[in-house]
Every structure is written in structure tokens, then in C-alpha cells.
């Protein structure tokens, strides 16, 4: 099975140039396309048309405010998205998880695992 992920970090910026290498060299079975996205409208679009099972963003991307995020993860439940620092060696996975609570000690429990 082959994962789909959509790139949508600034074109020809060393993140973009590191990413292709890494996903060039590393033999995984990773399709990766990038984005052109200006909106999150144009976002949206390419995600639903890539059928993309995870969304790269670079951390200063204007995608990454609070309002785009909770809006891609509502519309791609199944969706990870993962933030890049370009000034750093970190990234954010963000996915939405559903579990079901069987009692109270069951969050607690759930966020002790993280």
C-alpha cells in the first residue's frame, strides 16, 4: 500500500529540497506531490484530489493557525497532518483520534501513554 502525502511547503525552499531527498532516497513506498495551494480553499482541493493520507506544512505557513487546522482535521478525519520547523531539527504529528471512555481513569490513563 502506497501513502499519499501532500507537500505544501514553500516551492524550491530548502525544506522542499530536503523533503524530496529524503522521500527520493528512502525507499518507502511514499507517493509525494506538492502542493500549489495559495488558499486554504486551493488546500482543501488538492487534499480531497491527491486523496492524501498525510499533509506536510511548514511551521510558518498560514496554514497553521488554529482556525486552518481545526478545519482540515474536521473535513480529513483519517488525515495526519505534520507541522516542519525550518529553523529547527522538530516537527508536530497532529491526527484526530477518537477513543472511547469506559470511565474517567480512561483519559487519564490515555494521555500517560502519549
Known sequence: MSIHCLVA???KSLMSNI???????SGSRMDAVDSEAATLDELIGE???SQADVVVIEKSSPFVDDGALASLLTLFVEMVLIIV???SNRFSVIRKEEVSLASSSDLVDFISSI
Not at 19 to 25: G, R
Open 9 to 11: 511547503v514553500r516551492k
Open 19 to 25: 523533503l524530496k531527498n529524503l522521500f527520493a532516497v
Open 47 to 49: 487534499i480531497k484530489s
Open 85 to 87: 520547523s525550518e529553523d
